[in-house]
């Protein structure tokens, strides 16, 4: 399962009909995997493999010789030959998460791939040609990286062919109850446990808390709390007590979020504050707003969500994600 949204949903159907490489952003647990999956699953190389490898479980000096192969005797250790992954993956797809942890010198290696479709493993007298569509994805920002020097700039434009972001459940707003009741019913279905209802308490609980490890967070919850439930109706005496401390945090009557005892400022950032990226400009001007619309309730939420046309546990949610009054 993945967080999607719709445009989203629109480039996704564009990544599974072209040929190009395609870069996924998204947070952990957003479903990154799932989402480079489906679109080899639905491209013209289904019937290929599909071969993940993930940059930051593994050591830094071994992934050249994991991605690209070596001939036996290539270094100290190599008593065998070794196909690398994108030699396994040959006629579909490769699939690198946390491109962003890969190090200067292999991306370079990399690019070359991109470029030329060859490889030469380590040790090989000459090189193998390819054909491997590579699918990358990181919950960095790549820019930054860019910027910092710790990613060459030519292979983040190599890649940033068709880009795919994957929203976090914090930022889905109204949308977040739909996806509760997605993972409730996928979980319902496992266990063969119906669900009724969710209490007002369970769905506060939800609503309010931040997600930081989204889908794969929130299926975890759900899954303990209904195997939990004698019954079947949701209550939040039965979320899992790893929850508790979270609900503690978020509680409604944290002191936090009594606005009116935090002096805020409701000025529009200057325009140096401003960058280059379009949804770090948005995440600012959305804070903004939100502290203009709190001075002028005068910290009070429930009025301040009504003036914003929003939900008071969206409202509450957005402060604790911008971090307002802190």
């Known amino acids: 399962m993945m967080i999607y949204d719709e445009r989203t949903r629109s480039e996704f159907q564009l990544a599974c009909d072209a040929k190009e490489t395609v870069l996924i952003y998204g947070q952990t647990g957003t479903g990154k995997t799932t989402l480079a999956k489906e679109i080899h699953s639905q491209s013209e190389r289904a019937k290929g493999p599909f071969v993940s490898y993930n940059l930051a479980s593994v050591h830094a000096g071994t992934i050249e010789s994991e991605l690209f192969g070596h001939e036996r005797g290539a270094f100290t250790g190599a008593d065998r030959r070794r196909i690398g992954r994108l030699q396994e993956a040959d006629g579909g797809t490769l699939f690198l998460d946390e491109i962003g942890e890969m190090p200067l010198d292999l991306q370079a290696k990399l690019l070359e791939f991109l470029h030329s479709k060859t490889i030469t493993p380590l040790g090989a007298s000459g090189a193998i040609t390819l054909n491997v569509r590579v699918i990358a994805a990181t919950h960095q920002n790549l820019k930054q990286k860019v910027r910092k020097g710790t990613f060459r700039a030519d292979l983040f434009y190599r890649l940033r062919v068709i880009v795919l972001e994957l929203p976090s459940l914090k930022n889905l707003g109204e949308g977040f109850g739909v996806?509760?009741?997605?993972?409730?019913?996928?979980?319902t279905k496992e266990?063969?446990?119906p669900v009724l209802r969710i209490e007002d308490d369970m769905a506060r609980a939800l609503e309010t808390y931040s997600w930081p490890g989204n889908l794969r967070e929130l299926r975890n919850t759900l899954l303990y709390s209904v195997y939990k439930m004698p019954g079947n109706v949701l209550t939040s005496e039965y979320l899992p007590h790893w929850f508790g401390e979270a609900i503690e945090k978020i509680d409604e009557s944290d002191p936090a979020l009594d606005l009116s005892r935090n002096p805020t400022s409701g000025e529009v950032p200057p325009?140096?504050?401003?960058?280059?990226?379009?949804?770090?400009n948005l995440a600012r001007f959305e804070k903004t707003l939100?502290?203009?619309?709190?001075?002028?309730?005068?910290g009070r939420v429930g009025k301040t969500a009504q003036r914003l046309g929003i939900s008071r546990s969206t409202l509450l949610r957005r402060i604790r994600s911008h971090r307002i009054g802190k």
């Not at 939100?290 to 005068?298: E, F």
């Open 179 to 187: 996806w509760v009741h997605r993972v409730l019913q996928d979980v």
């Open 271 to 280: 325009t140096h504050c401003f960058t280059g990226d379009y949804y770090e």
């Open 191 to 193: 266990l063969k446990k």
């Open 290 to 298: 939100i502290i203009w619309a709190l001075d002028q309730c005068q």
